[in-house]
Each structure stands twice: as C-alpha cells, then as structure tokens.
C-alpha cells in the first residue's frame, strides 16, 4: 500500500525549510505555491519541481490537483493567515482526516483558537510566539539554559553532574556535551506533578507554607529595596505623628491629638485651629508654638494630600487611558534591553518579567502596551546607572540588528546578546562568526515545530540549546502506537526522548520525570523534550538498540528463599519468566541480554544488595565506558 503524502502550500523560505526537514522522514512530497519559488537549495529543486503544482491554495480543484485529498498532512505556510484558514477549510472539506498545520499570526490569535476548537485535526501555528521562547532561553540572566512548564511543574536545563535519578535526568542529545545538561524541578507550581510519583496530600500543606514564606520574604525584600530618602521620609513623618500627638493634645487629652493631627497632615489648617479657639479662649491667648506648629502641619499635610492625588491621577491614566511614564528600572533586578520586536517584543517582555526581570523596551513606534516610544537614546539615558545583563535585538531588518547589536556590545561587553535573523540559513555559523551573541534564526525553529505538528504530535514549545532546537512535545499513547508497552528507559537511550512527565490514563496527577522502568501504556500522555531527529526515530519506528549489559557472578550456593528473591530480580528487570533466569544462577560468570544503561545500574543495585557480585559493562561491539556497580 503506498504511503500518503505530505502536501506543502507556500514555498517561501519557510515553506522550504520544512521540505528539507520534511526530506529525511522518507514521505512522498507534494508542493503547491501560487507561483514558481525561487529556490535555495538547487538540489530539493531537481527532486521537488516535478511534483510541483502553480494556483491559488483556496481552490478546491488546485488542491485535488496537488493531491490534498489523500495526503496524510497538508502544510498551509503562506505568509498571508487569511489565506491560510480559508485554504484550511477547503481542505477539511475535500480531507476529512487529514492533518492541517496553518500558519498564523498574532493579530489572528482568537480566529485560530476557535478553528481550533471547532475542526479537530487542525494546529494553527504562530511564529512570533514560537520563536518568542527561544528569544527568552537566549536573554535569561540565570544559570538555567531553558525553562519548561509542565503539568504545573518548572523543570529547568542546568550543566551539572547528575547526583539523583529521581530528581534529575540527562538531556538526550544525539551529540554528548561537556558538562551534561540535567532536567531538573525547580520549584513546585501546582499540585499536579512531583518527581516520580503523584503528589501526596501532604505536598499540599507544604506548598501553602511556602507560599507564606514566599510573601514574607517578597516583604521583606520590599523593605530592603527602600532607598536611604525614602527611610528619612517615612521617619519625619513618623515622628510628625509622634509629637502632633503631644503638642496638640490640650484639655481634651490624647483624641484631641489624634484628631487635629490628622487633620493637620490631611492639609485643613483652619478648622484644626478652629478646636481651640472657646468663648473662654481667644486668638489672642493662643501660643505661638501653637500657631506655628499647625501652620508647619497642615504644609506637610498639602504635600502629603498632593503626593496621594498625583499618584490617583497616574493609576486612572494608565488604567483608563493606557498612559504609562517610563521609569528606571528597579535596582534589585536584572536589565534586559529590547530593541523593536513589536508582538514578539511584547511576549518576550511578559515572559522575563514573570522571571522577576526588569525590561526596557526601545522602539521607533508605538509599542501597543501603553508605554510611550523611547527612542535608542533615551532607553540608555534610563540605563546610565545600570549596566544591562542582556540585549535583544528583535527588529525584522538583520544588518540593521547587526550594527545595533554590535553598538551595544561595545557600551555592555559582559551582556548576552540575541540577534533576531528572520530567515539567516545559518545563523548559527553567524553567531559564531561575531562571537559574542546568539543569532537565532525564526525559520528553523518555525520549520522544526510544524514538521513535528504534521505528524501529529503537539509542540508545546520551542527552545535553542547549544545549537540544537529542542521541542517540548506531548504525545498521547495510543494502541499501535510506536511507544506503547516500552519503558522509559527504552524511550530515553533508543529514541532519544527525554521524559519529562506522565500521565496515566485513570489518573489526576502526573508522574515528573518518571522512572527509567515505568511502563508507556495505550492512553497515557507523555511530554518529553527532543529533537526533530528524535521524533523522526519515532515516527519512522527505528529505535537505536541498547548498548549495554550485566555481568554477573552468584557466589555460592543460595538458599531457597534467597534463590527465589535472585529469580524474581532477574525476572523483572530483564523481562523474562522467572524459569528463564535460572541459568544465570549456577555460580558461573554470565552476561545479560543488551540492557539499556538505566535499567543495567538498576539490576546491578539490586543484585548487589542481594550479594551477587556485578559489573554494568558495554555490550558486544561497543565502546561506551565502563560502570562498576
């Protein structure tokens, strides 16, 4: 039976870069554009042009012609997003099953949720907000090399060497790195997740408490950011109160006090004298320490009163007009500056400031947030006492970016630096090329991201690590499904997934960074981070074959009890009937079936609490490092 093909509409340079990523997936291809593309690579040119068909992708009988109605997926990558949804439901209609990926863009934001909800099996796809998560990866000031939310969990890529299993886990690459990225929880969000296992109700106590602890040191660090004139403020204003209580207390004891000070410092000056003044007391007997202290009072109660309506004045402004001044950025965060970026500026900006950074945004237009445009110069007057931690460069022009970046590279020589390439083939090679910075390349990302989606899986977001893009992938488990009945040791070491979370299908909660032994089933949902050529290995079913094994050696004759323990050890870990091991337990050395290292340190812990001497070695034919257990 011949294998449906994949049908790409729009052959600009996204369009093209998803053909060649699309190329290594051994599918037909079938390409429609409105007009001849002027093509980058001359040899996906040779191979492509013959299936190539010219018109208008909103056409029923241009899309039959291309073969929309028996692909399997069907690209839809005009720049044009209303092009691309009318063309969506045009192939809906002559499809059924097909799956669609439009692209969108962020003006389209509500349309593409709602095709969503309302047409299953089609994925709307925005580059502005893909290429977002790699532009934050690439300014975040911390040690962590990305960020992930799944289930409510953070999970973040830190260099390290791996400690505990069940709190880390190696990122898979197909390349080894020096030092490891390990996946790693970084604090708990929700209820749903916890390393290994369900949440118990316990976690939920815990997790209050933290939260008061969380405010109290939010208060706390308040207090400390005070500057020294704000402290004297606040004290002569403390000490206003303190001796108005005295000074103006009189006959009628400390209330008096209380209320004509406060009248005073509310700025009412005649009727606050107006309490002493009697039939029996005069203007005339009133002291002159009287007259002057409620005269110095109701100033500071002016100054006072005015500070409160300017700050009344300026909420209703921003929150009703949308007028917001720009401020110097606070002292006890880090300074991003962003350059242009317009929405994608917008979504970058949200997401440092969620990670308690400071942003300053420059731009030649309107930004849409309410802010004025600062222009280049009055973004760095703002930032003469502060040097910046990151610079983002995001403007659509790349020499433009450049001469920008470089400029800034010279004031900020320690910043990291991000440099927006809309479609730079190798922005990579660039990057390295300045030293310095990071190019990153929206194409590439965009193009990993649909071509994952157009084999079905759901891309929950994209990041940039080392020069590879990563994906943040859910898949859901189903029957014949590639991953059904593996373990996750299995996934890790012979697709090349990392797994991040598991979710049964009877269950609530989530299992984070589930154990190298548990078992995909038909409805669970697994979320892993990998490569496009780690979904390839999956979609194509070519898993690499573990690399290692146990050699063991039973000292002695066991006991009954002790011989029944080794045989259920072996049974499970090796995936054999219990009868099956007996071999293995004649006091001679044996080797166990190829193992995945996991599963090999696993058996060894557990044989070696049961007093079996072994040794993780590399199976036959492999050169991987030795382990003692």
Same mark, same amino acid.
């Given at each position: ?6 049908l790409?509409?729009g052959?600009g340079?996204l369009g ?10 051994d599918v037909?291809?079938r390409?429609?554009?409105l007009?001849?593309p002027s093509w980058?690579?001359?040899?996906l040119?040779q191979?492509?042009d013959p299936?190539?068909?010219l018109?208008?992708m909103r056409l029923?009988?241009? %899309?039959?012609?291309?073969?929309a109605e028996?692909?399997r997926?069907?690209?839809?990558l ?5 092009v691309n949804?009318e063309?969506?439901?045009q ?5 059924p099953?097909a ?6 863009s962020s003006?389209q934001a509500e349309?593409?949720?709602?095709l969503?909800e309302k ?5 709307v796809?925005d580059?502005?907000?893909l &290429?977002?998560?790699?532009i934050t990866?690439a ?10 939310q799944?289930?409510g969990?953070t999970?973040? %890529?830190?260099e390290?060497?791996?400690?505990d299993r069940?709190h880390?886990r190696?990122?898979?690459l197909?390349a080894?790195?020096?030092p490891?990225?390990?996946v &790693?929880p970084?604090a708990?969000?929700g209820?749903g997740?916890?390393p290994g ?6 976690a939920?106590?815990r ?5 008061w602890?969380? +405010?109290?040191?939010r ?8 500057s020294?004139?704000q402290?004297i403020?606040a ?7 303190? +001796?108005?209580?005295?000074l103006?207390a009189?006959p009628?004891?400390?209330r008096q006090?209380v209320?004509v000070?406060l009248a005073l ?7 606050a004298?107006a309490?002493f003044?009697?039939?029996?007391r005069s ?6 320490w009287?007259i002057g202290g409620?005269?110095l ?6 100054l006072?009163?005015?500070a409160l309506?300017?700050v009344i004045l300026?909420?209703l ?5 949308g007028?917001?001044r720009?401020?110097p950025?606070?002292?006890d965060?880090p300074?991003?500056l962003?350059?242009e970026?317009g ?5 970058v900006q949200?997401?440092l400031?969620r ?5 300053v ?6 930004s849409?947030?309410?802010v004025?445009?600062l222009?280049l110069?009055e973004g760095? +007057?703002l930032?003469?006492q502060r040097?910046a931690?990151?610079?983002?460069v995001?403007?659509?022009d790349?020499?433009?970016n450049l001469?920008?970046?470089?400029a800034?590279?010279?004031r ?6 991000a440099v927006?390439a809309?479609?730079m083939?190798a922005a990579?090679q ?12 929206t194409?590439d990302?965009v193009?990993?991201a649909i071509?994952a989606?157009?084999?079905g899986?759901?891309?929950?977001g994209?990041?940039?690590v080392?020069g590879?893009?990563l994906?943040?992938v ?7 499904d590639?991953l059904?009945?593996?373990?996750v040791a299995?996934?890790?070491?012979g697709y090349g997934l990392?797994c %991040?979370?598991?979710?049964?299908s009877r269950?609530?909660a ?5 154990r ?5 089933a038909a409805?669970?949902?697994l979320?892993v981070l990998?490569d496009?050529?780690?979904l390839?290995?999956?979609e194509l079913?070519r898993a690499?074959?573990p690399?290692w094994?146990l ?6 004759t ?7 323990n ?5 049974a ?8 099956e091991v007996?071999?293995l ?5 044996h080797h166990?079936?190829?193992?995945d ?6 058996l060894a812990?557990?044989?070696h609490?049961l ?7 590399p199976?036959?034919?492999d050169g991987?490092?030795?382990?003692? +257990?």
């Amino acid at each position: 039976m011949a294998t449906p093909p994949v049908l790409v509409c729009g052959l600009g340079s996204l369009g093209q870069a998803c053909l060649r990523r699309l190329s290594r997936f051994d599918v037909p291809l079938r390409i429609l554009d409105l007009q001849r593309p002027s093509w980058a690579d001359p040899e996906l040119e040779q191979r492509l042009d013959p299936h190539l068909v010219l018109g208008d992708m909103r056409l029923p009988h241009v %899309l039959r012609a291309a073969g929309a109605e028996e692909a399997r997926s069907v690209l839809l990558l005009s720049s044009r997003s209303t092009v691309n949804f009318e063309a969506a439901l045009q192939v809906r209609l002559l499809n059924p099953q097909a799956r669609i990926v439009a692209r969108s863009s962020s003006q389209q934001a509500e349309f593409a949720a709602l095709l969503e909800e309302k047409l299953p099996g089609i994925a709307v796809l925005d580059p502005v907000l893909l &290429t977002a998560e790699a532009i934050t990866a690439a300014l975040r000031p911390s040690r962590q090399a990305a960020l992930f939310q799944v289930e409510g969990q953070t999970y973040g %890529l830190i260099e390290g060497r791996l400690d505990d299993r069940r709190h880390q886990r190696p990122l898979q690459l197909a390349a080894a790195a020096e030092p490891p990225l390990l996946v &790693t929880p970084l604090a708990l969000v929700g209820r749903g997740v916890a390393p290994g296992a369900p949440v118990p109700p316990a976690a939920g106590r815990r997790w209050l408490r933290s939260e008061w602890s969380l +405010a109290a040191a939010r208060v706390r660090g308040w207090l400390r950011r005070r500057s020294r004139l704000q402290w004297i403020l606040a004290g002569a204003v403390l000490a206003l109160l303190l +001796a108005g209580l005295q000074l103006f207390a009189g006959p009628h004891g400390w209330r008096q006090g209380v209320f004509v000070t406060l009248a005073l410092l509310k700025g009412e000056y005649v009727d606050a004298v107006a309490v002493f003044l009697t039939e029996q007391r005069s203007i005339g007997e009133a002291s002159g320490w009287l007259i002057g202290g409620t005269l110095l009072y109701a100033l500071v109660g002016t100054l006072l009163t005015s500070a409160l309506v300017a700050v009344i004045l300026e909420w209703l402004l921003r929150d009703r007009l949308g007028v917001r001044r720009p401020r110097p950025p606070r002292r006890d965060r880090p300074v991003v500056l962003l350059v242009e970026g317009g929405a994608l500026a917008d979504r970058v900006q949200r997401d440092l400031e969620r990670e308690r950074c400071a942003v300053v945004r420059v731009s030649e237009q309107d930004s849409g947030a309410g802010v004025p445009s600062l222009g280049l110069a009055e973004g760095l +007057a703002l930032l003469q006492q502060r040097p910046a931690a990151a610079l983002g460069v995001l403007s659509a022009d790349l020499l433009g970016n450049l001469h920008t970046a470089l400029a800034l590279q010279q004031r900020w020589p320690q910043a990291r630096l991000a440099v927006l390439a809309a479609s730079m083939g190798a922005a990579e090679q660039l990057g390295d090329l300045l030293g310095g910075m990071t190019v990153i390349s929206t194409t590439d990302l965009v193009a990993d991201a649909i071509v994952a989606t157009a084999f079905g899986e759901v891309v929950l977001g994209v990041c940039r690590v080392r020069g590879v893009t990563l994906l943040l992938v859910r898949y859901r488990i189903t029957a014949d499904d590639t991953l059904c009945g593996r373990s996750v040791a299995r996934l890790e070491h012979g697709y090349g997934l990392t797994c %991040l979370a598991l979710r049964r299908s009877r269950s609530a909660a989530a299992m984070g960074l589930p154990r190298a032994e548990s078992i995909v089933a038909a409805g669970d949902q697994l979320t892993v981070l990998a490569d496009l050529d780690a979904l390839r290995r999956v979609e194509l079913g070519r898993a690499r074959p573990p690399a290692w094994c146990l050699r063991l050696q039973v000292i002695g004759t066991p006991d009954a009890e002790r011989r029944f323990n080794l045989q259920q050890c072996l049974a499970r870990w090796l995936g054999r009937q219990p009868g099956e091991v007996l071999p293995l337990l004649d006091g001679r050395e044996h080797h166990t079936p190829r193992l995945d290292l996991d599963i090999s340190e696993l058996l060894a812990q557990d044989l070696h609490h049961l007093g079996v001497r072994s040794q993780v070695v590399p199976a036959a034919g492999d050169g991987a490092t030795r382990t003692e +257990a």
